[in-house]
């Protein structure tokens, strides 16, 4: 199950993130992400097992939202890009050349997190900010 290592990580650079905004806390709205269909996870169960595993914890209530990314292979004998058919061996539909290079569909990174910060209780009693929204730079895998 690929999706419980994967939200492993995804709590660590969640992590990571909130310690960049210490001592402040950040108050989580959603998360999204994006995720190719060449990953081998599955985003229903990615939602899952997220849900299961904020719990309890400072993203607890924060939804997970994910973007599909589709597979794109690219011909290079003809430099065609093309969406790949696993009926056909995922080879190139102008010359059957079996496909070499991936353009998209193995991102599994996070794009933006929509957040706040609780105000100062001395300025206004627990009214948050407007929420924001990040983009964090994270590699695809």
């Given at each position: 199950?690929?999706?419980?290592?994967?939200?492993?990580?995804?709590?660590?650079?969640?992590?990571?993130?909130?310690?960049?905004?210490?001592?402040?806390v950040?108050?989580?709205?959603?998360?999204?992400?994006?995720?190719?269909t060449?990953?081998?996870?599955?985003?229903?169960?990615?939602v899952?097992?997220?849900?299961?595993a904020?719990?309890?914890?400072?993203?607890?209530?924060?939804e997970?939202?994910?973007?599909?990314?589709?597979?794109?292979?690219?011909?290079?004998?003809?430099?065609?890009?093309?969406?790949?058919?696993?009926?056909?061996?995922f080879?190139?539909?102008?010359?059957?050349?079996?496909?070499?290079?991936?353009?998209?569909?193995?991102?599994?990174?996070?794009?933006?997190?929509?957040?706040?910060?609780?105000?100062?209780?001395?300025?206004?009693?627990?009214?948050?900010?407007?929420p924001?929204?990040?983009?964090?730079?994270?590699?695809?895998?």
């Amino acid at each position: 199950m690929h999706e419980v290592d994967m939200t492993r990580c995804l709590l660590l650079s969640m992590n990571e993130w909130k310690q960049q905004h210490a001592p402040r806390v950040p108050a989580v709205d959603r998360v999204h992400l994006e995720v190719g269909t060449f990953t081998c996870v599955e985003p229903d169960q990615l939602v899952v097992t997220w849900a299961d595993a904020v719990k309890g914890s400072w993203l607890d209530g924060a939804e997970l939202v994910i973007e599909s990314v589709p597979l794109v292979g690219r011909c290079v004998r003809c430099q065609a890009t093309y969406s790949p058919d696993p009926a056909d061996g995922f080879r190139s539909p102008c010359c059957h050349h079996p496909m070499e290079e991936i353009v998209s569909g193995r991102e599994l990174r996070i794009r933006s997190v929509a957040y706040g910060f609780e105000t100062a209780p001395s300025t206004s009693p627990a009214s948050p900010t407007a929420p924001t929204t990040a983009s964090l730079p994270t590699a695809a895998r």
